[in-house]
């Protein structure tokens, strides 16, 4: 199982950006997906998930709540957190992460905010 993230970049605060996480060697038709972020210094906190494709809940901590949008496309195996109204506080390494009998990681992308 592999998850490889991509979409970060450096962008102004106001401004939109959306990851992906393309998954192989495991059908998101039964596993849900989650984001994490991690800033510098900071520990990795749990942004948002998607179930399973046959539940359908969608997770937001509360400080993206309205400003990130998490969907799948289950013909490429990927999911995309589109992220709206960045923050500068929203800089941090994002990361991918399901389980199936173990946890699996991505390797992270980076996504900067500046003021």
């Known amino acids: 199982v592999q998850l490889v993230e991509s979409g970060g970049a450096s962008v102004q605060a106001g401004n939109s950006l959306r990851l992906s996480c393309a998954v192989s060697?495991?059908?998101?038709?039964?596993?849900?997906v989650g984001w994490f972020r991690q800033a510098p210094g900071k520990e990795r906190e749990a942004v948002a998930a998607?179930?399973?494709?046959?539940?359908?809940?969608?997770y937001y901590t509360d400080s993206v709540q309205g400003r990130f949008t998490i969907s799948r496309d289950n013909a490429k195996n990927t999911v995309y957190p589109q992220m709206k109204r960045l923050k500068p506080e929203d800089t941090a390494v994002y990361y991918c992460?399901?389980?199936?009998?173990?946890?699996?990681w991505g390797p992270g992308t980076l996504v900067t905010v500046s003021s």
């Open positions: 998607i179930a399973s494709v046959s539940d359908g809940t969608t």
């Open positions: 060697g495991l059908s998101l038709d039964r596993s849900a």
């Open positions: 992460n399901t389980f199936w009998k173990k946890n699996y």
